[in-house]
């Protein structure tokens, strides 16, 4: 496993004897990862789906957490609320990511966050044998085993956090 960067995502896999494949994301002119996403990990033998969202969201109360999401689920805002017993939660605003997460949005791993933000991982992470998290570093994501990743987050809430749809 060859990384051509280093992030405190690579160094806690490294630490924890996780394998894990490097996948680089072109960025466009405005350093933004690419929208094709899809088209290049699909070219790599990668299921798109299984791409780990981190969608951070504040409470009214509890601040920011952090939701871990597979398969292009949409979080249940109903969910959400009822679990952290809020009255209100909303989307995280693009500044206020570096501010919970330490990571820019593009880049925000599931793991590797600080101690304090509150981190929901929805069951569709496990329906995938190898999962893509981000990296930390803009340009960068990171394929490896879901059972790895759910090991590595192992003391976090589990649940369905997601809408179904009918």
């Given at each position: 496993m060859t990384t051509t960067f280093q992030s405190a995502v690579t160094d806690l896999l490294q630490q924890q004897g996780v394998d894990?494949?490097?996948?680089?994301?072109?960025l466009s002119e405005d350093k933004k990862p690419i929208r094709s996403l899809e088209e290049l990990l699909s070219s790599q033998g990668l299921q798109p789906q299984s791409v780990v969202r981190s969608v951070v969201f504040k409470g009214?109360?509890?601040?920011?957490?952090?939701?871990?999401?597979a398969g292009g689920g949409r979080a249940d805002w109903a969910l959400l609320r009822a679990h952290l017993n809020e009255?209100?939660?909303?989307?995280?605003?693009?500044?206020?990511?570096?501010?919970?997460?330490?990571?820019?949005?593009?880049?925000?791993?599931?793991?590797a966050l600080p101690a304090d933000l509150?981190?929901?991982?929805?069951?569709?992470?496990?329906h995938?044998?190898?999962?893509?998290?981000?990296?930390?570093v803009l340009g960068y994501a990171l394929a490896l085993k879901s059972?790895?990743?759910?090991?590595?987050l192992a003391d976090?809430?589990?649940g369905n956090f997601v809408k179904v749809d009918a």
């Open positions: 894990f494949q490097v996948i680089e994301i072109p009214e109360n509890s601040g920011f957490s952090l939701l871990a999401v009255r209100k939660c909303r989307m995280a605003e693009y500044d206020e990511v570096p501010e919970a997460t330490g990571y820019l949005v593009g880049a925000v791993p599931p793991i509150r981190v929901l991982v929805d069951e569709s992470v496990s995938y044998e190898t999962v893509i998290i981000g990296s930390g059972a790895d990743l759910l090991g590595l976090k809430v589990k």
